[in-house]
């Protein structure tokens, strides 16, 4: 039988880790003996991947599972739910545990529109309207894998991992259903990855204002209300330079550029472009720019003939500066109650 030196092997996993992040694999990665479960879901470029995570998790090669569970608190801050894939795309599970119960895991993957189709379908009612740590353990630390390729060109996957609790070897206790040994314990972890292409179109409902005293601050949610109901608004087509869905990158990906309409009869009597901001800039402050987010634009208004004037004179178009605010299409659907029932 053939056999590789550790440094031929040792290389061999390292080119293979890179194939991975070639083919644009993830991986996920979690630890059912931590208080509560950990759980990570990585690219194998992130900082502090364990290289050697095949032969960690099958002890070979003088590698142990205890060299994944020591990497993933380190893998945190590159912990992302959204992953830009496509149909057929690897994803790789590996799991630590201690006992002689390996964890059960199950791949769920349902399609999902795009958050334009999502806007979309949304706007159309709003039209209606309109019209109308870790735990001390004895056992040793153990480690299983399993794989699932997409299947779905645009999905929510969930991943769930259960480790069925062990035998009881005790007499039951009196009055209860535990046992002399100690309870009885199914530890768990479950995450649902955003699959699928980037994103960045997306419809809104954009509110200019004119004064601060016309918006307030949803202490509980961070976010920004306008006081009343609007009577009139926007209807904004954005443009993200970054991917929706991520949950991570730099100020320039939370940059938003749109266009915007009246949501009117005659949407055309007032319309603009604007340049808007949706991030986790100011989340320190308890601000949360995401379903609520910035923006400042120029907007055309169609003026109205004054008194006198003669047939056929020229409707001028005055233009201002705005600042103002892009809601979810939600929040739109509760001023008009555009619910589509």
Request: proline content about 6%.
């Amino acid at each position: 039988m053939l056999r590789l030196r550790p440094a031929l092997l040792a290389a061999a996993l390292v080119m293979g880790a890179a194939d991975a992040e070639a083919r644009n694999e993830r991986y996920v990665i979690v630890d059912l003996t931590a208080t509560p479960p950990a759980l990570v879901v990585v690219p194998s470029s992130a900082p502090s991947f364990p290289k050697n995570i095949a032969a960690s998790c099958a002890s070979t090669d003088g590698h142990k599972p205890e060299e994944i569970q020591a990497a993933i608190v380190c893998l945190r801050p590159s912990s992302n739910l959204r992953w830009v894939s496509t149909r057929d795309d690897r994803l790789h599970l590996y799991v630590i545990y201690r006992g002689a119960r390996s964890p059960r895991f199950r791949f769920i993957e349902e399609s999902r529109k795009t958050r334009l189709a999502t806007d979309l379908g949304k706007l159309l009612r709003l039209a209606k309207g309109l019209l109308e740590a870790g735990r001390a353990d004895s056992a040793a630390l153990n480690c299983v894998s399993a794989g699932y390729v997409l299947e779905r060109k645009r999905a929510n996957l969930t991943v769930s991992v259960q480790q069925e609790a062990p035998a009881q070897a005790g007499p039951v206790l009196e009055g209860g259903t535990g046992s002399a040994d100690g309870p009885s314990e199914q530890p768990s972890a479950s995450a649902m990855i955003v699959t699928g292409p980037s994103e960045h179109y997306f419809l809104s409902a954009d509110l200019p204002f004119k004064r601060f005293n016309e918006l307030k601050l949803n202490e509980q949610t961070g976010l920004v209300e306008p006081v009343k109901s609007p009577t009139s608004f926007f209807v904004g087509l954005g443009y993200a330079l970054g991917d929706l869905l991520s949950e991570g990158g730099g100020w320039r990906d939370d940059l938003v550029i749109k266009g915007s309409i009246k949501f009117d009869k005659q949407p055309l009597e007032s319309y603009g472009v604007a340049l808007g901001y949706r991030g986790a800039l100011l989340s320190s402050l308890g601000l949360n720019f995401d379903a609520v987010s910035p923006f400042v634009g120029y907007f055309w208004t169609r003026g109205t003939l004054p008194a006198g004037s003669p047939p056929g004179a020229k409707i001028e178009r005055k233009g201002t500066f705005q600042m103002g605010f892009s809601f979810n299409l939600d929040a739109a659907l509760g001023w008009t109650k555009g619910d589509g029932k």
